[in-house]
DNA sequence: AGAGTTGTTCAAGC
DNA sequence: AGCTTGAACAACTC
């Protein structure tokens, strides 16, 4: 049963003009068609992330929740005469601006509580200034788990993906398969200020570049980042390991960050 | 054309 | 309870 929220956003900050149909993506009609949406004006005050969701507050207080999942993109286009593809979710646009959202795993219009619950439950965002890092240390040193499962854990700590786990563990010299509660204090503080220092450069240039070296310049992912698809160590010249973890590739080089 | 992918969530079982 | 695995889902690229 798709059930179709109509909104009509005009974005202060980011100076765009949400209209189009936001449905609940578990509905496999719920897709944008041009023209279809009667716009009801609510203003966007704001667009914010928590880790890897995307929360549009609107004035009527309803906060639209985008988390982009594995196959979810955003586009922009110069001009409004781009027909969005059957795969629009949301069309945001304003003259000749027009942003497309494609594929989202969430897209859906959340109540006040829903968005408090969402907030609570997902852990501390490095990219975020109310971040407590405390938070992340006693969740890892608490669990028996692997620190390459922990880091990845939303609920734990948010933000970071299967490449920038593979980047951070092997910059911080730690093995992914080491148990979270066996991390000494030095490590838990030099993978959250690293995942804060690489995650801010991903933001900025939007691209994932984790090689100080590189100077990104539309370059490919396997010129920015270290050792995630490499077969060497760039530090040793090292053989590198893929592991899978939870069925997501995982590199390591046993040398550098050597399974204690 | 088929494989691969920068992710989450739920259910079930140990 | 904490942890693990598997399945389902998404849309596009090469």
């Not at 719920?30 to 992330?49: D, H, I, K, P, W």
């Not at 949301?90 to 027009?98: A, M, P, T």
């Not at 006040?112 to 852990?123: D, H, P, S, T, Y």
């Not at 050792?227 to 550098?256: E, M």
């Amino acid at each position: 049963m798709p059930e179709g929220h109509t909104i009509h956003a005009a974005a202060r900050a980011h100076s765009l003009i949400l209209t189009g149909n936001v449905i609940d993506v578990s509905s496999p009609q719920g897709r944008f068609r041009s023209g279809a949406a009667r716009l009801n004006g609510q203003t966007c005050v704001s667009v914010e992330a928590y880790g890897k969701n995307l929360l549009y507050r609107f004035g009527n207080e309803k906060v639209l929740r985008v988390h982009l999942g594995l196959f979810g993109r955003i586009r922009s286009y110069n001009s409004s005469f781009f027909e969005a593809r059957d795969t629009v979710r949301v069309r945001f646009s304003e003259k000749s601006n027009v942003i497309d959202i494609t594929g989202p795993t969430i897209c859906k219009l959340l109540r006040k509580a829903e968005v408090q619950n969402l907030i609570n439950r997902i852990g501390p965002d490095p990219l975020r200034d109310d971040a407590d890092p405390e938070r992340v240390f006693s969740r890892i040193s608490k669990s028996r788990a692997s620190i390459g499962k922990l880091i990845m854990d939303q609920s734990i700590i948010s933000g970071i993906g299967n490449i920038y786990r593979t980047e951070l563990l092997w910059r911080q010299s730690i093995h992914p398969n080491i148990s979270g509660r066996s991390l000494l204090r030095f490590q838990l503080e030099g993978l959250w200020y690293d995942a804060k220092y690489l995650l801010r450069i991903g933001a900025k240039r939007n691209s994932i570049i984790t090689n100080d070296a590189a100077i990104q310049n539309g370059k490919k992912l396997e010129e920015s980042v270290n050792i995630f698809g490499k077969s060497s160590c760039p530090k040793c010249s090292g053989n590198v390991n893929q592991i899978a973890i939870n069925g997501r590739k995982v590199f390591v080089c046993d040398v550098c960050q050597p399974f204690i």
